[in-house]
């Protein structure tokens, strides 16, 4: 299994566990944050789907590929959110698939900074973006008693 086949099915596994999470809380979490100053449920939902999707608009740019990424919203609920979410994973999903081998190597500026970086080290960046949240999701459900998806069940 070449790299970015690798990359890709990683990537799979680990959307497939995050729209599982998404899917487990409750609307009432939506505005839930465990102390003043961190994001709500809905928004580390948003911030997940803008931050990959702003990540991916960077390899769209840097490349021949004409692809539209979803537009979102950030007032809306978690479901909303979750919807919106799902469809910035199918777009990362497509996008990566349409990439050559060759293409992991490739320089590309990363988002909100002046560093230059490898389009394989923006779709790790993309995975370990999403890990870093949903455990920051988990434990907001765990601290509200809602049972958490068994991760390893995919």
């Known amino acids: 299994m070449n790299r970015l086949a690798m990359l890709l099915s990683w990537k799979r596994r680990m959307d497939a566990y995050t729209v599982r999470l998404v899917e487990a809380i409750p609307e009432r979490l939506s505005s839930y944050r465990a102390s003043p100053g961190q994001l709500t449920c809905s928004e580390v939902v948003y911030h997940l789907a803008d931050c990959e999707n702003e990540m991916a608009r960077d390899i769209v740019r840097n490349r021949a590929i004409e692809l539209d ?60 973006h999403q890990i870093h949240h949903r455990g920051q999701l988990i434990t907001y459900l765990r601290l509200n008693d809602v049972t958490v998806p068994v991760r390893w069940s995919d």
């Open 69 to 128: 990424n979803p537009k979102l919203n950030s007032d809306e609920s978690v479901t909303k959110n979750g919807k919106g979410l799902k469809l910035v994973f199918q777009f990362t999903d497509t996008l990566i698939e349409s990439l050559s081998e060759s293409d992991l190597d490739k320089s590309i500026g990363f988002p909100g900074t002046d560093k230059t970086v490898t389009t394989e080290w923006v779709i790790q960046a993309m995975i370990e």
